[in-house]
């Protein structure tokens, strides 16, 4: 049973920090990138990170470029989203997924398979 889960939400304030994890089960990690999307109240899920299952390539949504690191972790199977200077804007439900494909480093929603239950995150002004 494949199994992706998120943890580390919480509601920090406005400039403050949070880093999400997420464990992977049931399914291969090193061979395949990994990526991080969000979900706001009202609005579609958005990309915002993503990592090649090498380390060597890294991907950003321009919103949270310089802010936000990804990073993962294979010999553990999980990935990371650390969040610096965090805005109320962030305020979002985050999902971590992973792609059935290789040799990819996908940035659409459609292109992962498989996705975690999410981890809220709250930031308040």
């Known amino acids: 049973q494949v199994q992706l889960v998120e943890s580390g939400g919480g509601l920090v304030q406005a400039g403050g920090s949070l880093r999400l994890s997420c464990a992977v089960s049931g399914r291969a990690f090193s061979s395949y990138a990994m990526g991080w999307f969000r979900q706001a109240p009202g609005k579609e899920r958005d990309f915002v990170a993503a990592i090649s299952r090498n380390y060597i390539n890294t991907y950003y949504a321009d919103s949270v470029k310089g802010r936000f690191t990804i990073s993962r972790d294979n010999a553990k199977n999980t990935v990371y989203l650390q969040m610096n200077s965090l805005k109320p804007e962030d305020t979002a439900v985050y999902y971590c997924?992973?792609?059935?494909?290789?040799?990819?480093?996908?940035?659409?929603?459609?292109?992962?398979?498989?996705w975690g239950q999410g981890t809220h995150v709250t930031v308040s002004s």
């Open positions: 997924a992973a792609p059935r494909k290789t040799g990819i480093t996908p940035r659409l929603v459609y292109e992962y398979d498989d």
